[in-house]
């Protein structure tokens, strides 16, 4: 049995309808097969500036639970598997960031807003 699982309400978002980042709220939780709200189950967030919704996987999404810290930075490397809400700190930027977005592609990667650097797709899970 996998553990529940509940996404952060609000979440710092790129939105590639709007082109920036925007705030995003927690619209429905579509659970799976085994019709539990866990990891592998399905959140559906909108974006308060247009409205369009996206659809994310709990295995990407930082945990309710987890945001009161969220300002602890994780060192980022390739290897390692990142969150979308979660901060990241780049050696090479020599600055934290926030992660606004994934890519499930081969590599997948993370899109990731620095204040300085600006925004930078990072890979992960290699
Ligand atoms: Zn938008």
């Known amino acids: 049995m996998s553990a529940p699982f509940m996404p952060a309400e609000t979440l710092e978002v790129f939105c590639r309808f709007c082109g920036k980042i925007t705030p995003n709220q927690l619209e429905r939780s579509i659970a799976g097969n085994g019709r539990t709200i866990d990891k592998n189950a399905t959140f559906e967030y909108y974006c308060t500036k247009c409205f369009k919704t996206a659809c994310f996987s709990g295995n990407d999404l930082l945990e309710q639970a987890r945001t009161d810290g969220k300002d602890e930075a994780r060192d980022y490397s390739p290897h390692d598997h990142f969150l979308i809400g979660e901060r990241l700190f780049h050696k090479k930027f020599k600055e934290s960031g926030l992660v606004v977005s994934k890519d499930s592609g081969t590599p997948s990667s993370v899109l990731v807003s620095f204040e300085k650097a600006g925004l930078k ?6």
């Open 121 to 126: 797709k990072l890979v992960q899970d290699i």
